[in-house]
């Protein structure tokens, strides 16, 4: 007897069959609640003389082809093991997209087993069948989008009613009877701790969670992580707000939608400190007897314009700080990308050159060149005319790149390839071009001269023996937001636009090269 006539035999003789029960979640009930499918299939199985060989199960979407029993069911049908799949509806074995469904139908088909449902079977080889089975697939996604779609709108109707539905952050628990969140007292002190280290101790969200992890692990009993802190700084639920956004792209917003654990003023700094530490860097932890002055200055190289960054090497004792290109904003070409400058280099001038126009000293002049002079705002009205011509070309070339896209000459991905260099290009200009143009005012409005300057500079006075490093890390980054790097200098923009102070970076001492020689140093 060969394998074909003796699984003939066999099929006749005793049918196999595996049932198939699945559910969307665990609190689905009726007759699709798990234990009424097992009863019932049971039941029908033993009607029809069926040896149940398995009992396979999901608690999951219909839509999902990679589920853990629909898995195994698929590997019991390629080894043989069963003549039918019984299910109590078509849908509780497929809701899905036509490629998955036409992959399971493959697998069924090709291992000639059927699907059986409490008075049906379903014969894959048959065409009508087939089609039969096509239909209720379709049926089935067609009601698994209405179900969604009622779903959507009873959630977004309860929010629009001031209700709260879905899981909450684990410093509030959902009230039945009011149908809003509550705050648990044992988990109240959490935010304002976040907020405090945050803003008042300017640390980072590693820090903030270890510090949490010493008061109280979290309710699961983990340590506390950086995206579970990042996560209550970016939140507006803790100032008694709900946002959420559906997939069709409308966005609902309740306000006091239940009790608040901050004010939304705090939440406004926070969000405006984020976005300084992100534009500029972050600041270390407090704690530390050496941070570099230059950690909240955006430094801009003056040869390719990209951004630079300053890392931290050595031990945490005895840091050591050097400027260097981010590797995520690598040029094509920069004479400098390889080279890193060891900070103590450019802070040493950059003290000397405070110290010098705070005491008034004749060498002023020498870092900030704003003596008023015909020659000087000729020279500045130039440099203005050229940055001019130099947008308007920048802004006819994207006009262009548009254009080439819509006529499909160049794809969507080198639009935003090429759109992305030249928005860097504009954003640099104009922020020049502005810096220009209020420097050329001051000087001919005559207001502008070192007084003027030394005035500004006043907070400082107290710089080298009164401030800590984090004092002095938050006060430079205030007066000079950005820096643009030179191989022999470094130009200090201050916060009032135009004014700018040169410092020259004192020469790399050389170091030994392996042969003997003494190489510069970077």
Known sequence: ????????????????????????????????????????????????????????????????????????????VEEGLTDIVLVIDQDRLSRLDTLEWEFLKGVLRDNNVKIAEPGSITDLKNEDDEFISDIKNLIAKREKRSIVRRMMWGKKQ??????????????????SETGKYDVLPEWSWVIPMIDDLYLNKQLGCRPIARKLTEVSKTPSGKAWTED???????????????????????????????????????YQLIQEERMRRKEKYRVRENQLTKVHILRRTHIRCAICGNTLSVSQKGTKNKPRFYIEHQKRERPPVCSEYRKSFNTDRIEKGIETALKSILAGDKMANRYLNIESNEQEMKLLKKQIDRNKKALTKLETKLERLLDLYLDGDITKDELSKKRKGIDGEIVHLTETLTGLMKKYDLLEKEELNTEYVYEYLSTIRFYEDELTPIEKVKIMGHLFPKATLYPDRIILHLHINGIVIDVPIKAAPARKSRGGRRSPQH
């Open 1 to 76: 007897m060969n394998t074909h006539t003796w699984r003939k035999e066999r099929f006749i003789l005793t049918i196999r069959v595996i049932i198939y029960i699945r559910v969307s979640t665990k609190m689905q009930e009726d007759r699709y609640s798990l234990s009424a499918q097992r009863e019932e299939l049971r039941q029908y199985a033993e009607s029809q003389g069926w040896e149940i060989v398995n009992e396979l199960k999901d608690v999951d979407s219909g839509g999902k082809l990679d589920k853990v029993g629909l898995n195994a069911l698929m590997d019991a």
């Open 228 to 266: 579970l802190v990042r996560t209550r700084l970016k939140s507006k639920f803790y100032h008694g707000v709900i946002e959420k956004t559906f997939a069709t792209g409308e966005t609902i917003i309740v306000e006091d939608a239940h009790e608040a654990i901050r004010t939304e003023k705090t």
């Open 158 to 175: 309860k929010l629009r009613e001031g209700k709260s539905w879905g899981s909450a952050p684990f410093e509030y628990r959902h009230n």
